[in-house]
């Protein structure tokens, strides 16, 4: 028998909290207790039917093979039209590559872009899987405290301050999660002049494209072809489980990037693709927007209902499905905080740790994934939670 090890890369990287608060939900679900899951990160719509059944419709004319590596042609010229449509934003469809979701995006980015001991800069609090595939990969993550001031965002000047010989690149996402705020688009543009000036590459994730409400959605795209733009039929096309994503990269790395995803992936999943395809359409936005207006109606509930309760929200969410609330009037630590209110009122949220440590303690993460029904619930059994 070889004794047991592990490589020091995969025993370091950092678990997910919410997965305590997963598995506790579980326990309590399994003796009979309502749980009010307000920390999936993921539409509680289904995948719309038309885009199922494009879907089905592939695997029974087989198309079961592997594609090229950057995807079916058809779907990478979809993806350039849908710019088109939606931007009025002309891109060489050469330059769209389909990824097993925005992740597989976000790994052929860091790959492609940092060698080991070079840095990535992103924000606290800021997604996760970012610092977790930067420390796969040996590449630092530097980052940096972010506040209302900036709209929870980088701006130029955090960037400038934190840029070291070692960076070569910065990554934003927009809106975010965990904040749902947005960067604006001159915020974006000042960023993106900066780090062309210093040679380096913008990463800009557009997952939650799509779900922005009452401001002018945009893509990094109108503003400068350098950046690797991600998104992915996750969130607003309602795909999470379908693993299919793309990424918009500059002329200069397409042959890079198919390199890379060749070699790591082989294909983005075939069926996806073909069902990704009727999502683009223009027929099916409409159910897709009547999606996001329901988002926008839950958002429009929860977070006055929140802030009456005494959370404080800094900077109001204008897209995604989360609002980032500062629990500090309650406790001085989110984590054991959040615990306690799914053990006694059955709410799950993420506690702030998940997403960084700067005032990590302070910050918990509602999801607005349920029905507003249940979302009023959740709101009244936190009440006895705080009343207690
Ligand atoms: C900001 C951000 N980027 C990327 C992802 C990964 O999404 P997927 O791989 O499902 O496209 C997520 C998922 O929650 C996210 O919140």
Same mark, same amino acid.
């Given at each position: 028998?070889?004794?047991?090890?592990?490589?020091?890369?995969?025993?370091?990287?950092?678990? !997910?909290?919410?997965?305590?608060?997963?598995?506790?939900?579980?326990?309590?679900?399994?003796?009979?207790?309502?749980? &009010?899951?307000?920390?999936?990160?993921?539409?509680?719509?289904?995948? #719309?039917?038309?885009?199922?059944?494009?879907?089905?419709?592939?695997?029974?004319?087989?198309?079961?093979?592997?594609?090229?590596?950057?995807?079916?042609?058809?779907?990478?010229?979809?993806?350039?039209?849908?710019?088109?449509?939606?931007?009025?934003?002309?891109?060489?469809?050469?330059?769209?590559?389909?990824?097993?979701?925005?992740?597989? @995006?976000?790994? $052929?980015?860091?790959?492609?872009?940092?060698? @080991?001991?070079?840095? #990535?800069?992103?924000?606290?609090?800021?997604?996760?899987?970012?610092?977790?595939?930067?420390?796969?990969? @040996?590449?630092?993550?530097?980052?940096?405290?972010?506040?209302?001031?900036?709209? &929870?965002?980088?701006?130029?000047? $955090?960037?400038?301050?934190?840029?070291?010989?070692?960076?070569?690149?910065?990554?934003? @996402?927009?809106?975010?999660?965990?904040?749902?705020?947005? $960067?604006?688009?001159?915020?974006?543009?000042?960023?993106?002049?900066?780090?062309?000036?210093?040679?380096?590459?913008?990463?800009?994730?557009?997952?939650?494209?799509?779900?922005?409400?009452?401001?002018?959605?945009?893509?990094?795209?109108?503003?400068?072809?350098?950046?690797?733009?991600?998104?992915?039929?996750?969130?607003?096309?309602?795909?999470?489980?379908?693993?299919?994503?793309?990424?918009?990269?500059?002329?200069?790395?397409?042959?890079?990037?198919?390199?890379?995803?060749?070699?790591? !992936?082989?294909?983005?999943?075939?069926?996806?693709?073909?069902?990704?395809?009727?999502?683009?359409?223009?027929?099916?936005?409409?159910?897709?927007?009547?999606?996001?207006?329901?988002?926008?109606?839950?958002?429009?509930?929860?977070?006055?209902?929140?802030?009456?309760?005494?959370?404080?929200?800094?900077?109001?969410?204008?897209?995604?499905? &989360?609002?980032?609330?500062?629990?500090?009037?309650?406790?001085?630590?989110?984590?054991?905080?959040?615990?306690? $209110?799914?053990?006694?009122?059955?709410?799950?949220?993420?506690?702030?740790?998940?997403?960084?440590?700067?005032?990590?303690?302070?910050?918990?993460?509602?999801? &607005?994934?349920?029905?507003?029904?249940?979302?009023?619930?959740?709101?009244?059994?936190?009440?006895?939670?705080?009343?207690?």
């Amino acid at each position: 028998m070889p004794s047991d090890f592990i490589s020091k890369r995969s025993s370091t990287l950092s678990p !997910f909290y919410v997965m305590d608060i997963l598995a506790q939900a579980k326990k309590l679900s399994q003796q009979g207790r309502t749980i &009010y899951h307000m920390e999936v990160g993921e539409p509680d719509f289904a995948t #719309v039917e038309c885009i199922v059944d494009a879907g089905i419709d592939a695997l029974k004319q087989y198309k079961t093979h592997y594609t090229p590596a950057t995807g079916i042609p058809e779907l990478r010229e979809a993806v350039a039209e849908y710019y088109e449509r939606k931007f009025s934003v002309k891109i060489d469809p050469q330059r769209v590559v389909i990824t097993p979701g925005a992740s597989g @995006a976000l790994q $052929l980015a860091m790959i492609c872009l940092l060698d @080991a001991g070079e840095n #990535v800069l992103l924000s606290d609090p800021g997604y996760p899987c970012n610092r977790n595939i930067a420390q796969v990969l @040996a590449v630092e993550s530097k980052t940096i405290p972010v506040s209302s001031l900036s709209n &929870y965002q980088l701006d130029a000047d $955090l960037v400038a301050r934190h840029w070291t010989d070692k960076t070569r690149a910065v990554m934003v @996402a927009t809106p975010s999660n965990p904040t749902g705020t947005l $960067l604006p688009e001159d915020q974006l543009k000042e960023l993106c002049q900066l780090v062309e000036q210093k040679n380096g590459r913008m990463i800009v994730d557009e997952i939650y494209q799509g779900l922005v409400y009452d401001a002018d959605d945009y893509t990094a795209l109108e503003i400068s072809n350098e950046c690797f733009v991600i998104n992915s039929f996750s969130k607003y096309f309602g795909m999470t489980g379908w693993r299919i994503g793309w990424m918009v990269v500059p002329e200069f790395y397409i042959d890079a990037i198919d390199r890379i995803a060749q070699n790591i !992936f082989l294909a983005p999943p075939t069926v996806s693709q073909y069902a990704a395809l009727t999502a683009l359409k223009e027929s099916t936005q409409s159910v897709l927007d009547e999606r996001r207006d329901e988002f926008k109606k839950r958002r429009d509930f929860l977070l006055p209902a929140l802030e009456r309760l005494g959370f404080a929200i800094a900077a109001k969410p204008q897209g995604a499905f &989360y609002i980032y609330a500062n629990c500090e009037s309650f406790t001085d630590d989110s984590f054991t905080w959040v615990k306690q $209110l799914l053990d006694e009122q059955g709410v799950a949220l993420t506690p702030g740790i998940d997403f960084g440590s700067h005032l990590a303690n302070k910050h918990c993460r509602f999801a &607005y994934t349920q029905s507003l029904e249940i979302l009023e619930q959740a709101v009244d059994k936190i009440d006895a939670f705080i009343q207690r």
